[in-house]
């Protein structure tokens, strides 16, 4: 069944008025089992947080969750989509995006969008991994074979965690599909973001595709920054990002959401001409390098990102939102010294955390979880 016309509608028109997106940690017990109970008391602690979306089986996750031995695909996507529509029941509100990782060669690309859309996902991040060779016309293939069934993403991965390196006439050739509804620039260079604004400009697709950072190195500056770009016409364009699907965000996610509305304050001010604040613009890049140094520490740049994803779990860990730090494959650990780089950072930058809300959110969702007999919790 194609997916409902409105429905992709809608999905663009909420991308594009922007969102925190979490891209979600894989909850394990213990003793390395899918701990469902923990899964689902994250997508409650994100959205509780406020975040507009939520992305599932990405980086983040952990790909090796589509490996047979775990089989962990599907129960994830499924878990959280389940949760995600409890709260919106539970709260009257819009159930939150929600957004599918999908990799590998175009057939089972394809059968993992397939998956998200009869789950009920709104859109699919298609990532650049599991490919093998693969020139711009092949990519391009794949992700028109992919936008039948979902709303496409376009994912600009760093190649230190699996991505490739991808030019400007690939990104101008994606943005002309007429189902590419955003694109997350996660790439950590400057000059690779630029050609994807570029890209954008020059397919005229400025106002339909929303551009989203996964930048986690320069999240907060890619929130503010206003980039001017001629179109073909030769009249400037003007871009920016309006959100961001971030593995930083799915740890403090209370001051994520704090930080993209000062960021909208920002663009709202300079829309209406009025003068900014330069005290406050000052504090914002403040934080913005302090968020800088904490995503070092957190996403391990001393061993080249190696433990980036152990670093997520440790930190929900040590707040007490799920049981264990461990990750699917016994390689994935934190490296040498993060914990002790984690630690510090967060005692130099408490303001960067959200632990007494993490606090009051896990003894208001126990209390709710207690009062519904020892299910569901707020």
């Given at each position: ?26 909850a394990l017990a213990a003793d390395?089992s899918f701990d469902e109970a ?341």
């Amino acid at each position: 069944m194609v997916l409902d016309l409105n429905r992709r509608k809608r999905t663009r028109a909420r991308l594009l008025a922007g969102a925190v997106i979490p891209a979600l940690p894989l909850a394990l017990a213990a003793d390395g089992s899918f701990d469902e109970a923990a899964q689902r008391r994250l997508v409650r602690y994100y959205l509780w947080a406020g975040a507009g979306g939520l992305a599932a089986a990405v980086h983040t996750t952990q790909f090796v969750i589509r490996d047979p031995h775990y089989g962990l695909f599907e129960p994830v996507l499924r878990v959280v989509a389940d949760e995600a529509g409890r709260w919106a029941a539970a709260h009257g509100a819009e159930r939150p995006l929600l957004i599918a990782g999908a990799v590998g060669e175009t057939e089972q690309a394809v059968a993992e969008a397939r998956l998200a859309r009869e789950l009920g996902y709104d859109a699919v991040l298609l990532s650049p991994g599991g490919v093998t060779g693969g020139v711009t016309d092949d990519l391009i293939a794949r992700s028109e074979a992919v936008a039948a069934e979902l709303p496409l993403v376009g994912f600009y991965l760093q190649e230190a965690v699996g991505g490739r390196y991808l030019d400007e006439e690939y990104w101008r050739r994606l943005c002309c599909l007429p189902d590419l509804v955003a694109i997350k620039v996660a790439c950590f260079d400057r000059y690779r973001t630029l050609d994807v604004l570029a890209a954008v400009v020059a397919a005229g697709a400025a106002e339909r595709v929303a551009l989203y950072t996964g930048n986690d190195d320069q999240i907060l500056l890619d929130l503010v920054a206003r980039y001017e770009l001629p179109g073909p016409g030769g009249a400037l364009c003007q871009l920016r990002f309006v959100g961001g699907l971030l593995g930083q965000w799915a740890c403090w996610t209370t001051r994520a959401v704090e930080q993209l509305e000062r960021a909208r304050d920002w663009h709202r001010a300079l829309d209406s001409g009025l003068p900014l604040d330069v005290a406050a613009v000052e504090r914002y890049f403040v934080e913005a390098a302090a968020v800088t140094r904490a995503n070092a520490a957190v996403f391990d740049v001393v061993y080249r990102f190696a433990g980036c994803i152990a670093g997520i779990n440790h930190v929900l860990w040590r707040q007490g939102l799920i049981a264990s730090d461990r990750c699917l494959e016994a390689h994935e650990v934190l490296s040498p010294g993060q914990a002790e780089r984690i630690a510090a950072v967060v005692a130099a930058h408490p303001e960067l955390t959200d632990d007494a809300e993490v606090t009051a959110f896990l003894a208001a969702d126990s209390k709710a979880g207690e009062a519904a007999g020892g299910g569901e919790g707020i």
